[in-house]
């Protein structure tokens, strides 16, 4: 059984540019969720994707958007990256358990300079 | 409004018991749940509670208290190798959870 895999494990962008995020989710899994974790605060909820759809958002704007795709794997997208997103983007994947169930990925840790 | 606080850092002997406290305000709650973090990795699952009373899980037992909003971590037995985050989430909507800042626990021999 694998768990969830993040790539890329570390990224730098400039301000103003674009960044994709990818996770595969756990065997079995059908739902992904990303956090925000900037340095020393908790993750913070982003959003949540199920059967392909978004299924619940956090307080992020619109520039946040994601994709989940047959396989349940997911990826994340952030527009006009500003210097306040550098953090590390957690994915997290669940079953039938759902919160209980939790598998979070080891992240990406993304810098904008 | 969402609320949760624990104490920013900590720190204990090896070999000793430490508590981290943790209290929450939330507008709903599907459980209280525990995370472990190292620098730069990802968080692991500790422990949950969704009634109140205590749950023990080999060195680590976690307790809530729904009326008072109040939940702790109980960590026994301290190695150098429990240095790291605890983080304390409520179950939220959306299938989502709600963290708290994490409190950094640093064993010293």
């Known amino acids: 059984e694998t768990g969830v895999t993040q790539s890329p494990t570390h990224l730098i962008k400039t301000r103003g540019q674009q960044v994709t995020l990818r996770c595969s989710s756990q065997s079995g899994h059908n739902t992904v969720s990303w956090y925000q974790q900037a340095l020393g605060q908790g993750p913070q909820f982003i959003f949540q994707y199920y059967r392909e759809e978004e299924n619940g958002r956090g307080n992020f704007p619109p520039r946040f958007s994601g994709l989940q795709f047959p396989n349940y794997s997911s990826e994340l997208n952030v527009n006009a990256l500003e210097l306040d997103d550098s953090a590390l983007y957690l994915c997290a994947s669940s079953g039938k358990q759902g919160i209980y169930g939790y598998t979070f990925g080891s992240g990406t840790r993304l810098t904008v300079v | 409004g969402q609320n949760i606080d624990q104490p920013t850092e900590m720190t204990a002997t090896e070999g000793a018991i430490v508590q981290i406290n943790c209290t929450y305000q939330t507008s709903g709650f599907n459980g209280l749940f525990w995370y472990q973090q190292h620098a730069g990795e990802a968080p692991t699952f500790l422990s949950y509670?969704?009634?109140?009373g205590l749950e023990e899980k080999g060195r680590f037992s976690s307790f809530l208290s729904r009326s008072k909003g109040y939940s702790y971590l109980l960590l026994k037995e301290l190695q150098m190798k429990d240095s790291a985050s605890y983080l304390c989430?409520?179950?939220?909507?959306?299938?989502?959870?709600?963290f708290g800042a994490g409190t950094r626990l640093a064993v010293h021999p």
């Open positions: 509670n969704v009634l109140d």
């Open positions: 989430a409520v179950g939220g909507g959306y299938n989502k959870l709600i």
